[in-house]
């Protein structure tokens, strides 16, 4: 006798299977659509007093201030991941990654809580 639960729900070893073949397919399709994806810079992000350094970013109150990273193709779309002091994510009021031909321009405003955050910047390109 087999139960309606053997029946309808696969077992975790085929889901985990298909969702491997799901996001191979994935990745194929966009590779082809598309260019490819690459890592194009990890700047620190920081309110107040809190950097300074040379691959940092000031985030004012009130506006905005970018800063262009070089892609080395024409960049399709462009995002950031939060990977370090993530904690400080709340102090940055703005973070927006937008394509501009061969470069993806960063835009950041900041709230007048001292913080610091590093991101990486990927870009898909041509």
């Known amino acids: 006798i087999i139960s309606l639960k053997e029946i309808f729900v696969p077992s975790r070893i085929n889901m985990s299977f298909s969702s491997v073949l799901i996001v191979l397919?994935?990745?194929?399709?966009?590779?082809?659509?598309?260019g490819r994806v690459v890592s194009i810079g990890t700047?620190?992000?920081?309110?107040?007093?809190?950097?300074?350094?040379?691959?940092?970013?000031?985030?004012?109150?009130?506006y905005m201030a970018t800063k262009s990273f070089y892609a080395g193709?024409?960049?399709?779309?462009?995002?950031?991941?939060?990977?370090?002091?993530?904690?400080?994510?709340?102090?940055?009021?703005?973070?927006?990654?937008?394509?501009q031909g061969q470069f993806a321009q960063l835009s950041v405003r900041g709230t007048t809580t001292n913080g610091r955050v590093r991101i990486r910047i990927y870009a898909d390109i041509n």
């Open 73 to 99: 193709g024409t960049v399709n779309g462009a995002w950031y991941t939060p990977y370090d002091n993530i904690g400080d994510l709340g102090t940055i009021a703005t973070i927006d990654v937008q394509p």
């Open 25 to 34: 397919a994935i990745f194929i399709v966009s590779e082809r659509v598309h």
């Open 43 to 62: 700047p620190v992000i920081f309110t107040g007093t809190n950097g300074g350094g040379q691959d940092e970013i000031q985030a004012p109150v009130g």
